[in-house]
């Protein structure tokens, strides 16, 4: 059975205020469209990222804002190049309908979805977030904009996804 595919966002989930990890976040700067945005991250968080995705247990794909930008995210973390849930340029509505357009593509294409959104990933009880997580093929998290992802979150889709390949 193949790897879940995980859609990860950046800013609220890996660009975070105040992202916690037990040390010091790192800061630099991203550029998209020639113009520098302030990054905020765990280092811990994207090793942890970095490592799930190397074993295979779960292949990454950027589904955020930064997709037409992201080699720059992965050579600010030292990450591999991951696949792109959409390659163009958007923001606000179109970004949102074309991330909701990923997650339902991955589910389409017979793949289980780990989706880690701040903003767009549906709660319990939308209509979407009950479409997504129906047959149990979808994992949903929607961390803290502030804090984004955590260790707990990580816990999380690696045992889902260590369960899911069973």
């Not at 490592?51 to 990450?79: F, I, S, Y």
């Amino acid at each position: 059975m193949s790897a879940p595919v995980w859609l990860l966002d950046v800013d609220g989930v890996v660009n975070a205020s105040r992202p916690g990890w037990g040390a010091d976040p790192r800061r630099a700067s991203a550029f998209a469209a020639g113009i520098g945005y302030p990054m905020c991250w765990a280092p811990a968080l994207v090793d942890r990222i970095r490592d799930l995705h190397a074993t295979g247990l779960v292949e990454v794909r950027w589904c955020t804002t930064w997709c037409a930008w992201a080699d720059q995210l992965e050579r600010l973390w030292d990450l591999p190049a991951f696949g792109r849930a959409f390659h163009e340029d958007v923001n606000g509505y179109e970004a949102s309908l074309a991330k909701l357009d990923a997650a339902r593509q991955v589910l389409a294409d017979d793949r289980r979805l780990i989706w880690t959104d701040d903003w767009e990933v549906p709660e319990p009880g939308d209509p979407v977030h009950d479409e997504l997580t129906a047959d149990g093929r979808a994992l949903l998290i929607r961390p803290s904009g502030h804090t984004g992802l955590q260790p707990e979150h990580l816990d999380q889709i690696e045992a889902w996804a260590k369960a899911a390949t069973r």
